[in-house]
């Protein structure tokens, strides 16, 4: 028996072109897959927080399924190293064979951002040029990237409540040919451009939604917890809402709270990622309309990105 590939994160980031793992999504989305529900266990640690262990699995009809496992030790900080540890491991679902080892935090930064960009494709203006990015971390540095696939984004501003960061990404930007800057007022700088990007772990909103104007897209895709908020309860009463899965109505603080308090209500939804990527929903339907999105990640986004690169990765040999 073959031993499975190795692909550490320089070998995931070369495969997962973001071209092609978007149309790797929505080919996946438009088919679907097995998505049994997360399982998350507590660690209980000796004089440090709780560490959570995630474990994300998915198969598929084509013949290939998947497990993440996710090490979250926020105690890490003290130790300076990174709090969250990822891999993936990919299997054939007919033999039960292993087939890939993959790094998943490279694998769930990108298809993150490529999901994004997917809803986008449907929900923002075609002739959107102009992105601001709320959060300057591992996935915000990705959107960029993954909009420009689907949209001729040029302009790009950058807010984060650490400047050090938001100038490190402005910077990053800047080198790979796009006009960037740094957005000193939050408030300003969402009057500025086509598409709000918040890749945060805000639990107070930071978006208003009497800062939005007509035509905008607003793509919240950083809080995966009900204390969790990137956008208050305005925004949601402004825009046409859309998620990613079903998984938001029990994981995400954006759609809980209007949920809860009557802002929103479930027939309000106007769909997901499923009914946009198989047309049971045209997305957005007029130039001024203002598109909400939430997203929380999904199981089945990784299978199709650990799919892809494997199959590359094979190609190559």
Same mark, same amino acid.
């Given at each position: 028996?073959?031993?499975?590939?190795?692909?550490?994160? *320089?070998?995931?980031?070369?495969?997962?072109?973001?071209?092609?793992?978007?149309?790797?999504?929505?080919?996946?989305?438009?088919?679907?897959?097995?998505?049994?529900?997360? =399982?998350?266990?507590?660690?209980?640690?000796?004089?440090?927080?709780?560490?959570?262990?995630?474990?994300?699995?998915? /198969?598929?009809?084509?013949?290939?399924?998947?497990?993440?496992?996710?090490?979250? =030790?926020?105690?890490?900080?003290?130790?300076?190293?990174?709090?969250?540890? &990822?891999?993936?491991?990919?299997? *054939?679902?007919?033999?039960?064979?292993?087939?890939?080892?993959? *790094?998943?935090?490279?694998?769930?930064?990108?298809?993150?951002?490529?999901?994004?960009?997917?809803?986008?494709?449907?929900?923002?203006?075609?002739?959107?040029?102009?992105?601001?990015?709320?959060?300057?971390?591992?996935?915000?540095?990705?959107?960029?990237?993954?909009?420009?696939?689907?949209?001729?984004?040029?302009?790009?501003?950058? /807010?984060?409540?650490?400047?050090?960061? &938001?100038?490190?990404?402005?910077?990053?930007?800047?080198?790979?040919?796009?006009?960037?800057?740094?957005?000193?007022?939050?408030?300003?700088?969402?009057?500025?451009?086509?598409?709000?990007?918040?890749?945060?772990?805000?639990?107070?909103?930071?978006?208003?939604?009497? /800062?939005?104007?007509?035509?905008?897209?607003?793509?919240?895709?950083?809080?995966?917890?009900?204390?969790?908020?990137?956008?208050?309860?305005?925004?949601?009463?402004?825009?046409?809402?859309?998620?990613?899965?079903?998984?938001?109505?029990?994981?995400?603080? *954006?759609?809980?709270?209007?949920?809860?308090?009557?802002?929103?209500?479930?027939?309000?939804?106007?769909?997901?990622?499923?009914?946009?990527?198989?047309?049971? =929903?045209?997305?957005?339907?007029?130039?001024?309309?203002?598109?909400?999105?939430?997203?929380?990640?999904?199981?089945?986004?990784?299978?199709?990105?650990?799919?892809?690169?494997?199959?590359?990765?094979?190609?190559?040999?």
């Amino acid at each position: 028996m073959t031993s499975p590939k190795f692909l550490d994160q *320089d070998d995931v980031r070369s495969a997962l072109t973001f071209s092609d793992l978007i149309e790797a999504l929505r080919h996946q989305f438009r088919v679907g897959a097995e998505v049994p529900l997360r =399982h998350q266990h507590p660690i209980a640690l000796d004089d440090e927080p709780e560490a959570i262990l995630l474990l994300m699995p998915v /198969w598929d009809t084509a013949g290939f399924g998947g497990v993440k496992l996710v090490n979250v =030790h926020p105690g890490n900080n003290v130790r300076g190293i990174p709090a969250l540890s &990822a891999s993936y491991l990919l299997f *054939d679902s007919k033999t039960g064979q292993h087939l890939a080892f993959l *790094d998943g935090g490279e694998l769930t930064a990108r298809r993150t951002a490529a999901a994004s960009a997917l809803a986008a494709d449907y929900l923002c203006k075609k002739d959107a040029q102009s992105i601001l990015l709320v959060g300057a971390g591992r996935v915000a540095s990705n959107l960029a990237y993954a909009y420009k696939a689907v949209r001729n984004i040029e302009k790009v501003l950058v /807010w984060d409540i650490n400047l050090g960061f &938001a100038e490190k990404l402005k910077a990053d930007l800047r080198a790979n040919g796009f006009d960037a800057e740094i957005a000193s007022n939050l408030e300003k700088a969402v009057s500025q451009v086509d598409i709000v990007s918040c890749a945060t772990l805000a639990e107070d909103p930071l978006i208003k939604g009497k /800062w939005l104007k007509p035509g905008q897209h607003l793509d919240l895709i950083g809080g995966f917890t009900p204390a969790m908020r990137e956008a208050d309860d305005d925004a949601v009463s402004a825009a046409t809402v859309f998620v990613d899965t079903v998984a938001v109505l029990a994981e995400a603080g *954006d759609i809980i709270h209007p949920l809860e308090n009557g802002t929103l209500s479930k027939s309000m939804i106007a769909g997901d990622l499923f009914s946009l990527c198989s047309a049971q =929903h045209p997305g957005r339907k007029t130039q001024d309309e203002i598109t909400y999105f939430k997203a929380v990640g999904t199981a089945l986004e990784d299978l199709a990105a650990a799919t892809l690169a494997f199959s590359k990765s094979s190609k190559r040999i």
